[in-house]
């Protein structure tokens, strides 16, 4: 049997039909039904009949759909690790959490590159956690991601480190003070980013151990977004200090959290791949980086 056809057939089984397997596939519905056709007769078996819903799996039929997308995700799998494999000490994919640009320096890599002109650098931004599954499919070769990590199968090393700070607007009786307890923003509406971001749930346990819920008032998705809402006095923002450009701080007072969580990032890898050399380059060079 051949892969191709069985990729089709798997198709024409999620979709349950002919036509729209076929739009998905780039295939004449013709050629689709050729195809599984000739499945049929290989296997000496009928996979689909056809009812008022369209084309319902047979028994035979659903037996090779459940093995056969197990072997073709695998097929998949060796593909891509050939192909990294094949690319080990030439390239270098890095994922960045959400974040980390904004305090990366930069100069490293421009150091690494200068270092091993070899090695093809590319980069693209994630989620936190889509940079670790990255790294675990092997689809990513190494990131950077904001916080403390401690997961079997990786090594995590911290880069960067930064305090946490209550943005208070101008008027608010905390205004000017020079420094706050996390204890000090119990039945305060604050704006912090979204449960998307580490910083939340780091923040959310820490109140938990002040014995309080914090009481968030607005979450969003863009840190410059915690800023505007503090100007319009709609509550205490949370955030680090690495905005240094593009925000404006106009009525507003950055104060540090005193007893706070700290806002970290750290580089992270495969522990089967920190011997290779593109990546082993890459760790010396940030592990010798000051912080």
Known sequence: M???????FCRVYEEQGINQAAKQLFISPQGLSRIIAK?????????FYRSARGLCPTAGGTYLYENCRELLNRLDDLEVE????????RELQLGFSCGVLNVFPFHKLEQFKTENPDIQLKWEELENQG??????QRTIDAGFVIGSIERDGLIAREVYQSGMDALVYKGHPLYDREQLSVGDLRDEPLIILNERF???HSFLSRCKDFGFIPLFHIKTMKSQLIYRFCREKRGIGIDTNIHKQDIRMDDLHRIKLYDAFSWRISIVCREDRKKEKAIRKLLELFYTQER
């Open 198 to 200: 580490s910083c939340y």
């Open 82 to 89: 050939i192909r990294r494999i094949e690319r080990m000490d």
């Open 131 to 136: 940079v670790i599954d990255r790294i675990f």
């Open 39 to 47: 499945l049929e007769a290989e296997l000496q078996a009928t996979l």
């Open 2 to 8: 051949d892969t191709k056809d069985l990729r089709c």
